[in-house]
T-cell receptor, first 112, second 113 residues
Framework: AQSVSQHNHHVILSEAASLELGCNYS??????LFWYVQYPGQHLQLLLK??????LVKGIKGFEAEFIKSKFSFNLRKPSVQWSDTAEYFC??????????FGAGTRLAVHP | GAVVSQHPSWVICKSGTSVKIECRSL??????MFWYRQFPKQSLMLMAT?????????EQGVEKDKFLINHASLTLSTLTVTSAHPEDSSFYIC?????????FGPGTRLTVT
């Protein structure tokens, strides 16, 4: 069965630090990849997505992700985090039937 | 654009009663909506796919007679938790699909006492 793994369950950073959250998926075929963010008390919002083309994807709020097919990875990055980036981040991949599978999520806490 | 609402945002009910949760796409039509369940500190688990005008398709292990889904129009899907029990307490989230993207509602927190 397809699966999505997020390696970091909890990340704590200081403001201005760089961020990289790992995401690996198990399916070897064509996939669509997503990163969602859930701010405290709010609903899931799409940060960025990859369907095809340039493997380096830029999203909202300065986030980017790189699709590396050979590593089955889609890591999320931000060069300098802010306190307002404190949230939970979910990586997701479409299944063969085009439905979403989510990773377990990574809770990011950014300290001022 | 692409706003999805849910109602209610939270509900407390007694064991044995039924609860209906609504999911609406406010500014677009969605032939497909999804219902997820999120346990504390865990990820979203897909429960079922709601298709306008046809029966919902349920994920393995989800009881279709317990979680009734109705998608009567292109902007509304409802999830009814029948004969709710404390173990049904959870955060229920819907999403509506446009092309290859899903837009999520704010979720409904259900507590069964």
């Amino acid at each position: 069965a397809q699966s999505v793994s997020q390696h970091n369950h909890h990340v704590i950073l200081s403001e201005a630090a760089s961020l990289e959250l790992g995401c690996n998926y198990s399916y070897g075929g064509t996939v669509n990849l997503f990163w969602y963010v859930q701010y405290p008390g709010q609903h899931l919002q799409l940060l960025l997505k990859y369907f095809s083309g340039d493997p380096l994807v830029k999203g909202i709020k300065g986030f980017e992700a790189e699709f590396i097919k050979s590593k089955f990875s889609f890591n999320l990055r931000k060069p300098s985090v802010q306190w307002s980036d404190t949230a939970e981040y979910f990586c997701a991949v479409t299944r063969r039937d085009n439905k979403l599978i989510f990773g377990a999520g990574t809770r990011l806490a950014v300290h001022p | 654009g692409a706003v999805v609402s849910q109602h209610p945002s939270w509900v407390i009910c007694k064991s044995g009663t039924s609860v209906k949760i609504e999911c609406r796409s406010l500014d677009f039509q969605a032939t497909t909506m999804f219902w997820y369940r999120q346990f504390p500190k865990q990820s979203l688990m897909l429960m079922a796919t709601s298709n306008e005008g046809s029966k919902a398709t349920y994920e393995q292990g989800v009881e279709k007679d317990k979680f009734l889904i109705n998608h009567a129009s292109l902007t509304l899907s409802t999830l009814t938790v029948t004969s709710a029990h404390p173990e049904d307490s959870s955060f229920y989230i819907c999403s509506a699909k446009i092309l290859n993207e899903q837009y999520f509602g704010p979720g409904t927190r259900l507590t069964v006492t």
